[in-house]
């Protein structure tokens, strides 16, 4: 990475994190993944806490899952419940219960702003409330002007990218490009979370690279 795109990240997050801390939310900025990794271990605290996470690519594509349970902390691992009722009803006792749940976003805006986009809106619901703390994880591929922008570079980019990976039956898999659907659509909920009344309890970690979708 050239060196002014480097300051260019470092200034621009440095504006998101004061902004970040006007809406109630902790910032923190890393330049590169491994360093984020360490800084949400330290985030996370002692061993032995109970960590969710939401579906994410910037956090699939890291070993981030593994260094957490290797240093001791309860990983709940959402894949391995089954579809039952029952299973499901301990899952989210779970999760809403969790010290720690851990997702990106799918957009932020410069002035601290977190825009979500989601369908069954699992993930959103953990942002919103529940988790004893929410860390964040964004690339600075993520950062976009203002909510408006937000929500199309959810609409163009993000949600078009889920859906392949995903293999929906919606228009975009097939264009790349939103068309506003409502039947098999992945973006059922927007959720824009303009401050954390609960002081500190969402905390975000800027990462100098492009992460994720
Ligand atoms: S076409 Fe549908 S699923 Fe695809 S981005 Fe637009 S609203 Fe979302």
């Known amino acids: 990475m050239s060196e002014v795109l480097k300051t260019f990240y470092q200034n621009q997050a440095a504006t998101i994190i004061k902004n970040l801390t006007k809406r109630g939310m902790e910032g923190h900025y890393c330049s590169t993944m491994d360093e984020a990794k360490a800084k949400v271990l330290e985030l996370i605290g002692e061993p032995g806490k109970s960590i969710g996470y939401g579906g994410s690519m910037t956090i699939d594509d890291t070993d981030l899952k593994q260094q957490i349970s290797d240093a001791g ?26 010290d720690t749940f851990l997702m990106s976003t799918n957009a932020i805006t410069i002035d601290g702003e977190l825009v979500n986009i989601d369908g069954m809106g699992h993930r959103l619901s953990y942002l919103i409330y529940g988790p004893e703390q929410v860390i964040v994880i964004a690339g600075m591929n993520k950062v976009t002007p203002d909510v408006p922008s937000g929500i199309e570079r959810v609409h163009n980019i993000a949600s078009p990218k889920n859906t392949v990976r995903l293999n929906c039956q919606t228009p975009c898999v097939q264009t790349g490009v939103c068309a506003k659907c409502l039947g098999h659509t992945i973006c059922c909920q927007v959720v824009v979370t303009r401050a954390s009344m609960v002081k500190g309890r969402i905390k975000v970690v800027l990462v100098g690279e492009e992460l994720g979708y």
């Open 73 to 98: 902390h309860d990983l709940i691992i959402r894949e391995s419940y089954g579809p039952e009722k029952e299973a499901q009803s301990e899952l989210k006792a779970r999760m809403t219960n969790a």
